[in-house]
């Protein structure tokens, strides 16, 4: 493991920042204080931790439906996030976005997304932009094995290859598309495949693993940055819960999700850490229940901020 | 005749037609076992098999382009797209194929084909989720849209879209879909294109569509303590769109408030109004007004998504300000 003992420590902090994010989200949504829709990451904490970790802040990701993860991953402020999620007046977007639209363009968040496959031309403009303007930012377009069907998608990874832009597409093959089992919805069993048609590297990892999506979005970053174009990284994860909250997910067996569960990529990274001892045992606890005030702050905050006013309706239409 | 929900309309709509026809199919994202993303299609799949009710990947161009494709090659699609938000994926296969087809080619091919999609505010689903965009397709020569707002209506005009032989868009009000009304149990059409009075009056003319309706009808129960009665026309269909019965109507009542949960601005209300405009002036007392979201796109947070979505209060003010 050639990785600091900081980088380490930030990974695992993150994918316990998402765990805890997402855990509490599923109960407040539950108790129905949560309005609208809202799309878990529970058990892809490791996909975009891996991938983010090895970006700078100046560097940029689009995100999904599913983007809490992504945007935590990339440093969003959790207190934000959880108002904006909340429909506050002090969150990310004044309350006007929701779960599926939060940003933060400071950070290189380009923006959650509510259209599936729309974010890949979004990113193919900001690798575009970052080509043009000679910086050596890459850009990180997160998108499902749904969205890989898209012909936004596919139009996206042609362009990126035809124009060598600095891009990596990260596919987080979860296996689903809300019920639709991927073998339903295309012939291919690796979506890392496709990348051959338009002449890039296509890998695949076990999504699940950190160190291995690290590894391999390291790679396909260096050599975006070094402008030697695109590539496809397919993670193969799962999501734990259904599609959406409230979603009674009846068309996947329990056996399947429980063998995924015990693939869970947090004790395994936790351990490799302990076992070589990156971290104590005293250091998981103090960053877990640092984590857990972190989260419960921001709930704290969501709920004390007040609501937009009405008067907020027709702001921010037109710059 | 018995109650049944809106929802539970459109799926003994699709029901009925499957088992009469067998060129009868539907499509989309999530329509098999899962039975659709708003639960439409619950137990087709069961009843028809996979064959009969087919889950797409998730690309909108290719399952508006494949049952344009399949209608005119014989095949009674119905597509499904869980949302009108996502028709932006797909619009070039809507707008230059399945509705020009049959013009472009002299009148040689039918496109007999159905495309059901949810639209409308009410449940924080935010910007990319919530619109109604039934204006962009009344601006398309080739397509029929209904918008229906009662069960019954739901039931009668999606059998008749289904049997058309022009491609009907079909826009379902997601807040609409736990309204339950009374509708027949056998099969019945409604002429597309017809409107319907949902309430007479003498007063005043209340166009108004799909969620609308219901808010018109609270309207009228309002203006109806201050001895003003409102007649509700409900046009069912905005393409094509019935002019003579909201003619009849204004020139009975001499005023007309439209209402429509799409953005008043060039919204299907600026169409009435310009067409009564044209057509009966002499018979306005009073200028037309238009009741229409504000020109912004959908908010998440709830007290702005609710203050979005025209209330009775905006059409009880719309009337008051010519009665
Ligand atoms: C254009 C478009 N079509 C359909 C949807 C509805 N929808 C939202 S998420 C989703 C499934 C996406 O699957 P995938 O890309 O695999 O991502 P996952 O949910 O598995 O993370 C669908 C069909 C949408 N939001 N946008």
């Known amino acids: 493991m050639a990785l600091s ?166 596919n987080e093959n979860n296996g689903y598309g809300i019920s639709c089992p991927q073998c339903k919805s295309m012939a291919v069993v690796d979506i890392a495949d496709r990348a051959a048609a338009y002449d890039m590297p296509g890998v695949v990892v076990d999504g699940n693993d950190v160190l291995a999506v690290q590894e391999a979005i390291a790679e396909a970053v260096k050599r975006a940055r070094n402008g030697e174009g695109p590539s496809l990284v397919e993670c193969k994860t799962y999501r734990w819960r259904g599609h959406f909250e409230g979603d009674a997910c009846t068309y996947r067996c329990d056996q399947e999700l429980k063998d995924w569960m015990e693939k869970d990529p947090i004790p395994r990274f936790e351990a490799k850490l302990l076992e070589n001892k990156t971290l104590t045992e005293k250091e998981v606890e103090k960053i877990k229940a640092r984590i857990s005030e972190e989260i419960d702050d921001a709930v704290a905050f969501a709920k004390e901020s007040p609501l937009p006013p009405v008067s907020a309706l027709m702001d921010d239409v037109y710059a | 005749m018995s109650e049944k929900t809106y929802l539970q309309a459109l799926n003994e709509a699709l029901r009925q037609e499957m088992e009469q026809d067998e060129n009868v199919f539907i499509l989309g994202e999530d329509v098999g076992q899962f039975g659709g993303c708003f639960g439409v299609t619950q137990g087709l799949f069961d009843k028809f098999g996979e064959e009969r009710v087919i889950d797409t990947p998730i690309t909108e161009s290719a399952i508006v382009g494949a049952a344009t494709g399949a209608a005119f090659s014989g095949l009674r699609p119905v597509a499904e797209l869980m949302f009108v938000d996502f028709i932006g994926v797909s619009m070039d296969q809507l707008f230059n194929q399945a509705a020009k087809m049959r013009y472009m080619f002299g009148g040689k091919s039918t496109v007999p084909m159905t495309l059901r999609m949810p639209q409308g505010a009410g449940i924080g689903a935010a910007a990319q989720h919530s619109q109604c965009l039934e204006s962009w397709f009344m601006n398309i020569p080739g397509l029929k849209v209904a918008i229906p707002s009662t069960p019954y209506d739901a039931k009668g005009l999606l059998i008749s879209a289904i049997r058309d032989d022009n491609p009907v868009v079909f826009l379902e009000h997601k807040m609409l879909y736990g309204v339950s009304g009374e509708v027949p149990d056998e099969s019945y059409t409604i002429e597309i294109g017809k409107a319907d009075i949902k309430r007479e009056g003498s007063d005043v003319t209340i166009v108004a569509t799909s969620q609308m309706v219901y808010t018109a009808l609270a309207a009228a129960e309002k203006l109806k303590a201050d001895g003003i009665e409102a007649e509700v026309v409900d046009p069912r269909c905005v393409l094509p769109l019935d002019t003579e019965t909201i003619l009849e109507s204004v020139k009975k009542t001499h005023a007309l408030v439209v209402a429509h949960e799409a953005v008043r601005f060039a919204g299907p209300g600026a169409e009435i109004a310009a067409f009564v405009a044209e057509e009966a002036l002499e018979y306005l007392d009073a200028p037309v007004k238009r009741v229409g979201a504000p020109f912004c796109p959908v908010p998440f947070s709830p007290p702005l998504e609710q203050h979005y979505v025209p209330g009775v209060e905006d059409i009880v003010e719309a009337v008051k300000s010519i009665r």
């Open chain 1, 5 to 170: 003992k900081k980088t380490l420590t930030q990974m695992y902090e993150t994918m316990n920042r998402i765990r805890m994010f997402e855990l509490k989200l599923q109960e407040l949504f539950a108790a129905g204080e949560i309005p609208g829709f809202v799309h878990l990451y529970l058990g892809e904490e490791a996909v975009a931790t891996g991938a983010c970790s090895v970006l700078t802040d100046a560097d940029m990701i689009s995100s999904t439906h599913r983007g809490h993860g992504h945007l935590l991953a990339k440093g969003g402020d959790v207190k934000l996030m959880m108002a904006e999620i909340f429909g506050r007046q002090t969150g990310y977007c004044k309350g006007k976005g929701g779960s599926m639209h939060i940003a933060d363009l400071n950070l290189g968040i380009l923006g959650a997304n509510g259209i599936v496959g729309g974010g890949g031309p979004l990113a193919v403009g900001a690798a575009l932009a970052s080509k043009y303007k000679h910086s050596d930012n890459v850009t990180l377009c997160f998108f499902g094995d749904g969205a890989s069907n898209q012909g936004t998608t596919q139009e996206s990874l042609n362009m990126a290859s035809a124009w060598k832009l600095p891009l990596v597409f990260v």
